[in-house]
């Protein structure tokens, strides 16, 4: 991997005049700054043009972040999730055609609206609507407007005429929409409507190279919000992961400018609505940061948009679930109330166990900062006093009849403390979770 | 021309054999190379790929639990484990075969060993494919469930299933005393999947006679956990750590944990479309990030899964 340059690289290259112009008092200074991307080359009047080139390939990150209407794609430094977070997650779109008649077009803007689903806190679902035209400025136009007007997602505006596409502009172009796209035969027209809009532009080829003068196109035209379309929507699978790859390793590893920027699959080609969602699944894990579907329905969405959050997520942060009490089957006033923390493995695997006993439980689930019980335990996040307080909080004394509490069983030694503190007979309960099951059908046999 | 990046990886994922043809001395129909790699999933420009297998899953006694969408699926089958495993070789394509002897837990029905030895015994005539012989988790039990499994399969190179830090001598003499392969267990934690190897080896397992289960959690159940564990053991090992050089298994079965993935719920779409897409996603997800083998459980899931994998093959 091409290393950053540090502040004294970057000093050598500026005109050491220490004029302040910048802003900041030293030429050093400025450098500093410039290697901890704190401030921009372009504030300095006096730097060269040689050494203007040499720092913006080297102070850029490797990947552009690009806009399209509310979200954020690309971004990207890593290949492996497992080293540092995946930036933006991947976002999906789907099509719809302006050939469709307004009842039609209404319904799917309605439907891919709606398209979302809350799970452990997060909303996820369709995050933009691709419009695509059969030609007609006109017709193009409209159908953008009865989008507009019955959703409120970012868009994607999909013709090969800069004609129609500046039709759809005209309208939306204030949210930002992706061009899509620019290709050999209109990508200079392409990249003109999306400087004078100030919207990011889609360019598209089969093939790489041909990419890439794209790319250079783009940029010649003062277009700096670029996404790539290597056209792998009608590529194989294999062809489809190793392209994918080799493009994010070109901008994260080899710093090749041309296409340092998000990649994005077009799945719009008539292939049923399993094989996109597979091809979906295997470009979220392996860097797609846009896919347009030709059609989606929720019983794919939901486990694309699960996995998706599970892959973007934060490897160094803890997941966490919120604590509180969770009801775990339909519990009644004597149904078992259970501690745990609210690591959401642990979370995960005691809820589960407890569904797969049968037997209703309250689930009161304390913060430990997103600790396992041990962790927790050891880190002074999980004791008698944090406990006694979220039993306090949850008010589930006003729901069940008894007053037994079970704790995890490798916290045992603080039963007394907890029976002191609240009050409750504290039930040592059993050692590994898996045990829950026979541990609760014991219970409930008395 | 751009210049095509190419990763060139000074380690290799030993080429474990599992299933023994008549060839080998055993009985089976085909016999399945694990691993054999030398570059990370599908990457065929730039070294050798192999490919996953798939098998599915065959459960000695279905639990009040199971997916009642599974029972629906294979019927009376379900109740036969002999006839469920034939329908998964012989109707749905699997590759082998993974027996669950779940009823041997002591703390369920306590089949004996000898029975289930007599299950495994008639699966090997009727069912010719490959076969992971998996006992119920109890330490003490399993030790004996599997020496006299892996008796009942002498010379079938079947693998044994799962060897733990607290029960791998167990599970390793029944394995060395029959021709069969150790699946090493792990919970997550590419540290234990690595120490549990240094200590088969020490009590002289040789590692062709190893397949690493870094434990795959499904979508929604931790699956980013599981990824990158197995992302970091493949990485590891194409780096040339050797202990970590064995191929990898994945029990995809481990999705059926989220309801969320086949309970009726009309705003997250048709149950049994999304229930085979969890399922799917969850492989993919193996699949990507190293997995060798994977089992699963829907037959809906493994013809989409195969597709896949023949067109990732390229």
């Keep these: ?446 | 021309m751009v210049a095509i990046p190419k990763e060139s990886w000074t380690g290799k994922i030993k080429e474990v054999v599992f299933g023994a043809t008549a060839d080998e001395g055993g009985t089976r129909d085909r016999r399945l190379l694990l691993g054999g790699e030398t570059t990370l999933p599908f990457l065929s420009f730039e070294g050798r790929v192999s490919r996953p297998v798939i098998g599915m899953e065959v459960i000695d006694t279905v639990g009040e639990d199971y997916p009642h969408m599974i029972i629906d699926e294979f019927g009376d089958l379900i109740r036969d484990p002999v006839a469920w495993a034939h329908a998964c070789v012989y109707t749905y394509g699997a590759d082998f075969i993974c027996l669950k002897l779940l009823s041997t837990n002591p703390e369920e029905d306590n089949v004996s060993a000898e029975d289930a030895a007599a299950l495994v015994s008639t699966m090997l005539v009727q069912v010719k494919a490959p076969l992971i012989i998996q006992g119920s988790g109890d330490y003490e039990k399993d030790a004996r469930v599997m020496e006299l499994c892996g008796n009942a399969a002498k010379g079938e190179r079947c693998l044994l299933a799962k060897a733990e830090q607290d029960n791998y001598k167990s599970i390793a003499v029944a394995a060395t005393a029959s021709g069969h392969v150790i699946v090493a267990f792990s919970n997550i934690d590419v540290n234990i999947a690595k120490q549990i190897n240094i200590m088969l080896t020490e009590f002289g397992v040789p590692l062709d006679d190893i397949v690493i289960d870094p434990l795959m959690a499904g979508i929604g159940f931790g699956v980013e956990y599981a990824y990158s564990a197995m992302e970091r053991i493949k990485l590891a090992a194409l780096t040339g750590d050797k202990m970590l050089q064995c191929p990898m298994i994945a029990d995809i079965t481990t999705a059926w944990s989220a309801k969320e993935a086949y309970r009726a719920d009309a705003k997250l779409g048709d149950e049994k479309e999304r229930a085979v897409f969890w399922e799917v996603a969850s492989a993919l997800a193996a699949l990507m990030s190293g997995a060798n083998a994977i089992i699963l459980r829907h037959p809906r899931s493994v013809a989409i899964t195969r597709k896949v994998v023949d067109e990732l093959m390229g």
């Excluded at chain 1, 056209?231 to 041309?258: A, C, D, I, Y």
């Excluded at chain 1, 392996?286 to 929720?298: N, T, V």
């Excluded at chain 1, 089957?329 to 078992?336: A, F, I, V």
Aim: aromatic share 6%; glycine share 6%; with cysteine.
């Design chain 1, 1 to 446: 991997m091409a290393m950053p340059m540090t502040a004294l690289d970057i000093f050598k290259l500026l005109a050491k005049k220490n004029c302040g112009e910048c802003g900041v008092p030293t030429c050093l200074a400025f450098a500093m700054m410039l290697a901890n991307k704190q401030t921009e080359l372009s504030k300095c009047p006096y730097v060269s043009p040689e050494a203007s080139q040499q720092l913006e390939s080297t102070s850029l990150p490797p990947m552009r972040t690009v806009t399209i209407g509310d979200f954020d794609i690309g971004g990207e430094t890593e290949l492996f999730r497992h080293d540092k977070k995946f930036i933006n997650q991947t976002a999906y779109a789907v099509v719809i055609e302006d050939r469709l008649d307004n009842a039609a077009i209404i319904e799917r803007a309605k439907k891919f609206d709606a398209m979302k689903f809350e799970r452990i806190g997060i909303i996820s679902g369709v995050d933009s609507i691709a419009i695509k035209s059969t030609g007609h400025a006109q017709r193009f136009a409209e159908a953008v407007q009865l989008v507009q007007d019955n959703s409120a997602l970012p868009f994607v505006l999909m013709s090969n005429d800069p004609q129609v596409i500046e039709a759809g502009l005209k309208l939306v172009s204030k949210a930002k929409p992706l061009i899509y796209s620019g290709t050999v035969h209109n990508c200079a027209a392409m990249a003109k409507l999306a400087k004078q809009y100030a919207c990011p532009l889609a360019i598209s080829s089969d093939d790489v190279d041909e990419l890439i003068e794209l790319s250079e196109v783009a940029k010649s035209e003062g277009v700096d919000d670029v996404v790539l379309d290597l056209n792998l929507g009608n590529q194989t699978l294999h062809n489809v992961l190793e392209w994918l790859t080799v493009l994010r390793r070109l901008s994260v590893r080899k710093l090749f400018r041309p296409l340092g920027y998000p990649i994005m699959i077009n799945l719009d080609n008539g292939a049923d609505i399993e094989a996109q969602a597979v091809t979906a699944a295997i470009g979220t894990m392996k860097y797609a940061s846009l896919i347009i579907f030709g059609d989606l329905d929720p019983a794919r969405l939901y486990p694309l948009a699960t996995l998706r959050t599970n892959i973007y997520t934060d490897p160094q942060a803890l997941i966490q679930v919120n604590p509180g009490l969770y009801e775990i089957g339909k519990p009644n006033r004597r149904s078992p109330v259970i501690v745990t923390a609210n690591f959401s493995l642990t979370y995960f695997t005691v809820a589960s166990d407890i569904e797969a006993s049968k037997v209703p439980a309250y689930l009161l689930v304390v913060d430990t900062e997103g600790l396992s019980v041990m962790t927790a335990f050891a880190a002074d996040k999980f004791t008698p006093e944090t406990i006694a307080e979220a039993l306090e909080q949850s008010k589930v004394a006003d729901k069940v009849d008894h007053r037994k509490l079970t704790i995890p069983g490798m916290i045992a030694m603080m039963k007394m403390k907890l029976e002191d503190l609240t009050g409750w007979e504290v039930i040592v309960g059993v050692k590994d979770s898996s045990g829950l099951p026979k541990y609760l059908k014991e219970i409930a046999k008395g």
